[in-house]
């Protein structure tokens, strides 16, 4: 069992920036992949961005991509999300994922067993 806590979500005026962290109570943290969802009310839970179990292998959205940076210290047991230039879109609930060392893709929801409480992020224009 991996328990996932999420922290650093907040109020934010649009183009700024917010780091959200996510610590794990893992046993071996390294025997995870982990990954950042979010959602908004009434849609679907999407993939913002994912980090394999030994780092340097980032993943983001299209969305993302360019803007975020997911980062982790095993050492620590955490995984942060660095979120710059964030817009009205970026206003959702954000969730921390872990899963098992896999080699299947990091996109979907369905292949990671746990999740945290998640952190809202408002971006206020």
């Known amino acids: 069992q991996v328990r996932l806590v999420e922290s650093g979500g907040g109020l934010v005026q649009a183009g700024g920036s917010l780091s959200l962290s996510c610590a794990a109570s893992?046993?071996?943290?390294?025997?995870?992949?982990m990954g950042w969802f979010r959602q908004a009310p009434g849609k679907e839970r999407e993939f913002v961005a994912a980090?394999?179990?030994?780092?340097?292998?980032?993943y983001y959205s299209d969305s993302a991509k360019g803007r975020f940076i997911i980062s982790r210290d095993n050492a620590k047991s955490t995984v942060s999300l660095e979120m710059n230039s964030l817009n009205a879109e970026d206003t959702v609930v954000y969730y921390c994922?872990?899963?098992?060392?896999?080699?299947?893709?990091?996109?979907?929801?369905?292949?990671?067993?746990?999740w945290g409480q998640g952190t809202q992020v408002t971006v206020s224009s």
């Open positions: 994922a872990a899963r098992g060392r896999s080699d299947y893709y990091v996109r979907p929801d369905f292949s990671y067993d746990y």
């Open positions: 980090i394999r179990w030994k780092g340097g292998w980032e």
């Open positions: 893992a046993r071996t943290f390294t025997n995870y992949d």
